[in-house]
């Protein structure tokens, strides 16, 4: 695809990749967005314009925003909209909770409204990839969208993305069970033990009688002492 040699604020094109940056000096792109041969009808270009995020009313977007329009026309093939970020950026955190459990979650997310001035952004798309630029030094957060309207990073809803990692958790569960088999063990054994000795004592109780029975316990306490 077309690649823009230098950076602008706003064009016009049919098909390839465009940098874009407010400032017609730099050689650095604030943004960029591909789009794919066939895309749109023939002769049909789309009109892309960066605009600073201090212009969203909302205070939501923490990146130039970028607006999309083509003569009312919706893409035909999906659109790659990316926007710069420092080099050593992750869009990945982890976090723990109490009970030790992991969990990973992704920071942002290409956001979107219908209209410039309207107060509500909405994920467009939650997976964002680390990309190159192929004609900047440039490090994008790239995402997709299907449909043309402003677009810009906002911060992701507080879903988790990698589930969680409850090694930590399932360790503590082992540890739990097992003290508690160890307690009932030693329940059923005293139990048993009880059990058995009133029986020895009930069997040597018929065995000597009443009154044999008791000299048998007094000679067995005097051994004791």
Known sequence: LPVTSKPVAQSQVESGEVLLNKDPQSDDAEAAVTIPTGTFGAGVQANLVLTNADEDPSGTAFSSIITIKANGQQPGKPIQICFTVAS???????????????????????????????????????????????????KFLCGTTDHLTSFALILAPSTDSGGCDSSKSTEDNIIFWLSLSFILLCLCLSVTFILLTLRVNLLLRLVYGKEGFGHLKFRERINEL
């Open 88 to 138: 050593n950026y992750s869009n990945e955190e982890t976090t723990t909770n109490d009970d030790g459990c992991k969990k990973k979650s992704k920071k942002t997310c290409l956001g979107y409204k219908n209209d410039i001035n309207d107060k509500e952004w909405k994920c467009q798309d939650n997976n964002l990839s680390e990309q190159k630029s192929s004609n900047s030094s440039s």
